[in-house]
């Protein structure tokens, strides 16, 4: 695409490229019954006919209105030759389409939401997390892994209810990703059920979890919530489990996001 602007004042026309940032696709979900968004960011160095293989970081609030392009860019610049703080990633994002429906385990009713300030005509369609699993395992995974060089090492990010469906995939589907990283999630869905799930590993694997809440003052609930789930991860990790709690008091459940990513994968790597 190109843009052509003409100006009174100019001797010639100015064109105006489009700035190549990444790739995007549609990629149709049997699971889901529609198509989805997929925005993907390569290493800048990254070439078809190399053999490098790299991790992969999969945003949950992935579109270009979302998150992906302020994470994206913490990865571009820790990775960057003179920085390394962070190691050369494909980042993958998905668009949302109903992240209510999808970000939700399904619940028998929803009374809880009393305590919670929202009301029930605020949350007309859930349930749905078990199908956008299904969607993560069966069919996003294989396609990036089938178009892309990937390494076995993978990440996971979402907050507030994306962060509810990270901490899902933690305790139901822990072999599906090498890193976890949770903000500010949304426990409060049914009641703080799901922390009741979080079982013991197994430690067939390492894994790392990171676990960041904002300014506790703004939302108490939410806090509490985040300090919950803490607890209960460092109660059932194994030996091959590092979990790490990370409280963020200068920061809103609006502004958290893009200051813990950074914060999780300075601890992550910090021996790297």
Known sequence: MQIIITSINA?????????PLGLTTQLYSESLKEARRINIYLPNDYHAEDTVHYPVIYILDGGVQE????????VQYYTQPWVQLFPKSIVVGIENVNRKRDFTFNVSNLDFLKKTGYKKADIPQYGGSSAYISF????????????FRTANTSTVIGESLAGLLVTEL???????????????????????????EIKADEDKSNV????????????????NDALQLYRRLQQTAGSRTKVYYDYLPAET??????????????MFYKNK
């Open 253 to 266: 459940h609006a502004t958290v996001i893009h200051q813990a990513v950074y914060h999780a994968f300075r």
């Open 170 to 196: 933690y305790a139901k589907h822990r072999h599906l990703f090498s890193n976890y990283i949770i903000i500010s999630p949304s426990l409060w869905w049914g009641n703080e059920k799901l922390l009741k």
């Open 136 to 147: 993560l395992q069966h069919e996003l995974q294989p396609f990036i892994n089938l178009h």
């Open 67 to 74: 998150d992906f392009l302020h994470l994206t860019g913490i």
């Open 11 to 19: 001797q010639t026309d100015t064109v105006f490229k489009a700035l």
């Open 208 to 223: 790392n979890v990171y676990v960041g809440a904002p300014d506790k003052t703004e939302d108490t609930m939410m806090y």
